[in-house]
């Protein structure tokens, strides 16, 4: 069976896809649910040229972009993490530069979710996991 590999990350898992570039067309990576991979597909109005196989090709793409949209996810995944040890359950999140958030639901009543100083209680819960965690270099798993 061929693996077929795409260097470009699509949107999803709560994070803006890839901005990058093949031979100066700009691309948007998106999933191919059917074909089970991520695809190249033009930016533009223009349609990508005809690649084929073995065919060298320049390939760019914005690293400052790309790292940041991978530290909001993985900061969101520290921070779903934070919110399970309190007894939350992840209910949505988006890692979109200027707008990242975690939502959680609570399965049972949190009193300190009532209070003003019960909420910043539970944010001081949230970032003193989050910074043991960073200061042990935690690896917390899929």
Known sequence: MAVEYCLFHPQGGGRPADRGWVD??????????????????????LPLPDFTVGQSVEVRIDLAARR????????????????????????????FPGQARIEFTAARPD????????????????????????????????
């Not at 993985?74 to 999140?93: D, K, S």
């Not at 009193?111 to 043991?132: F, I, M, N």
């Open 24 to 45: 100066g067309h700009e691309i948007v990576p998106a999933r191919d649910h059917d074909a089970g991979f991520v695809v190249a597909r033009s930016a533009g109005d």
């Open 68 to 95: 940041t949209y991978a530290a909001l996810h993985t900061a969101g995944h520290l921070i779903e993490a934070a919110g399970r040890a309190q007894g939350w359950t992840h209910a949505a999140n988006t890692h």
């Open 111 to 142: 009193p300190r979710l009532d209070t003003s100083e019960g909420l910043e209680e539970a944010t001081e819960a949230l970032r003193t996991y989050v910074a043991k965690a960073i200061a042990e270099d935690a690896r917390l798993g899929e």
